[in-house]
RNA sequence: GCUACCAUCGUCUAGCGGUUUAGGACAUCGCCCUCUCAAGGCGGAGAUCACGGGUUCAAAUCCCGUUGGUAGCACCA
């Protein structure tokens, strides 16, 4: 059986964590089965459907490198993805109403939506569960003919069966069984003509050939419906599997209140498109090992449906964290400044770095690179190769001009000032030479030798190694820095 | 309310009846390394496997029940 799965998001907002693990897991599954990936855009819900966020579920999966293989046309080199709305206007979805209509498997109903709610709310005073009663289950041609001359429009609804039950087998949660006596006669194609979620999902999901489909937990109890139609159609319905959520740190559904749920919010504070990849694959899905991290093709390698765990997983941002943390260490320096590059265009802004020298920043990233945890972090990290000398008060009070270490900074300044313009060599191992050497002349330890050296060319207490630090800062800056800092605070 | 699903360290998880004094990872704490900050190394603490009852020589693992959590119950998807 070839494999065929799709990521269905609406367009309602943007995309978020949840819906990019689904879609993660569609991808990952059809990569390695070798099977083919769909991206179809369930605009149906024309009140809340917005072309902008579609451009933006777009974009994030670009970003997020979750290709998608087909598209309605065979436009290359990118498909586009597949719009029900677009195939509401081909007629496609009427043409299954009418078959559903003909062979009595669905009927019109001319109740009003507030009538509708009138039923559910007897219903739920009766305590019974709030069914659509079935009023317009069978009308005669005359009563439908009344309706119409009132001026009512039909609604298709779907003639559930009252007994019985609907049984499937999950991929996740195994053998799965709903009463038909739960399930009302729901709706199949509103008053305007647009089909409803599950009717349009199931009438595509036949088409484009699903073989699995994959999705949120949310939707199991949609699945019994859904496979009514496939069999009133006589269609075998496809195998289906369903993710658990996805649960804030309170242990609610993910939601905005729990801080970042965009994909583009993660993109802007730098994480990496991979690190996110790796971090949601693993909420949910594991290996016999519990291994950690997935570098290059070796999570779809790995992949598997069946070890997809049923219970739900708490976001844990902190992971997250370490996981980018961990992605940025094992790419090259090159690699690292060129994301950053990427980051700074994506987040607009060229300007804070528009006066600074290229190569310097490389050389600047390559020195912080092990400290970076999320993109957004390397300004600050190096700024202070490209400002003018700033100074942190903590460092001052406490390196330059504390009361053990005031006498003693002043004099090694002083004579870097006097020494380092003959050190020929200025290769961090030569410079951590001159540094010993001269801790070891006037008897200091090297802490003190180091640290207002330190303090002196940055302003800080934190920072790279120093010797590289100088030597990529070169020969004139430091003394320049350091010429600075003593003007300032020692010839006073 | 009804229905479904879920339940192992704070968090993500391994576990598929005996190899388990329940393993790994994040976070946390301590030590080492060290010119700072990181990174790295080593170690600690942290789970009566939600609870109760079975089945079995043997249960975190199988069955039943209870409780709790979550989701769904639209002319939303």
Known sequence: MAIRVRFAPSPTGDLHIGGVRTALFNYLF???????????????????????????????????????????????PEYAPYYQMKRKEQGIYQKYIDILLEKGYAYKCYCTPEEVEKMREQARLAKQPPKYNGHC??????????????????????????????????????????????????????????????????IDDHL???????????????????????KALGWEPPIFAHLSMILGSDGARL?????HTSVLEYRKEGYLQDALINYLALLGWSTEDSQQLFFGNSLIENFSLDRCNSSPATF????????????????????????????????????????????LLKKAISLEHEKVKLLKDIPGLVDFFFKELSFDEQAVSKVLLSETKKDSSKIVLNECLRRLPNQQDFSPEALE????????????????????????????????????????????????????????????
Not at 35 to 48: K, M, Q, S, V, Y
Not at 181 to 187: E, K
Not at 330 to 359: A, G, P, R
């Open 30 to 76: 059809a990569k390695k089965e070798k099977g083919t990936f769909i991206l179809r855009i369930e605009d149906t819900d024309e009140a809340r459907s917005t072309e902008a966020s579609t451009g933006i579920i777009i974009n994030a999966m670009k970003w997020l490198k979750l290709n998608w293989d087909e598209g309605p046309g065979n436009e290359l």
């Open 255 to 259: 939601s905005k209140r729990h801080g």
């Open 316 to 359: 844990d941002p902190s992971k997250l964290l370490w996981m980018n943390g961990e992605y940025i260490r094992s790419k090259s320096d090159e690699e690292i400044y060129n994301l950053f590059i990427d980051w700074i265009e994506y987040t607009n802004q060229q300007d804070l770095i528009k006066d600074w020298d290229k190569d």
């Open 433 to 492: 030479k001159f540094a010993r050497d001269l801790a070891t002349e006037l008897g200091f330890s090297n802490g003190k030798v180091f640290h207002p050296i330190r303090v002196a060319i940055s302003g800080r207490t934190q920072g790279p190694s120093l010797f590289h630090m100088m030597e990529v800062m070169g020969k004139d800056e430091v003394l320049k820095r350091i010429q600075f800092t003593v003007d300032k605070y020692f010839n006073v």
């Open 137 to 202: 289950a069978n009308l005669t041609k005359q009563q439908q003919e009344e309706y119409e001359k009132q001026g009512r429009t039909a609604v298709i609804r779907f003639r559930m069966p009252k007994e019985g039950k609907i049984e499937f087998d999950d991929i996740v949660r195994g053998h799965v069984s709903f009463e038909n006596a739960l399930l009302d006669d729901f709706v199949l194609m509103k008053a305007n003509g647009v089909p409803t979620y599950n009717f349009a999902c199931v």
């Open 208 to 230: 484009m050939q699903m073989s699995h489909v994959i999705r949120g937990d949310d939707h199991i109890s949609n699945t019994p419906r859904q496979i009514h139609i496939f």
